[in-house]
């Protein structure tokens, strides 16, 4: 597939800024979490998980936050990996 060196240089970017857009996109789910309970939490879970991922959060963190399911613990790992 040939890409335009625009299409080159928007990919290029979205890859090296992935922890970021990550990092992003975890904290809004958060915020999510405060506000959500029953099916629409767990599927908000689910897409925290992806993101807590591609930040580098191990897997078995990932879960034990999930089985706690406390926001607020994950909001707190965040701001170790913004800063």
């Known amino acids: 597939m040939n890409r335009t060196r625009h299409q080159e240089k928007i990919i290029r970017n979205y890859y090296e800024n992935r922890d970021v857009i990550g ?9 999510d979490l405060y506000l959500s309970e029953g099916k629409k939490r767990a599927t908000i879970w689910k897409r925290l998980a ?3 991922e ?11 936050l999930r089985e706690a399911d406390d926001p607020a613990a994950v909001a707190k790992l965040l701001e170790k990996y913004s800063g």
Do not use: M, Y
């Open 23 to 31: 990092l992003q996109k975890a904290s809004e789910a958060v915020t």
């Open 50 to 52: 992806s993101h807590l």
């Open 54 to 64: 591609k930040i580098g959060v191990p897997e078995k963190r990932i879960e034990e």
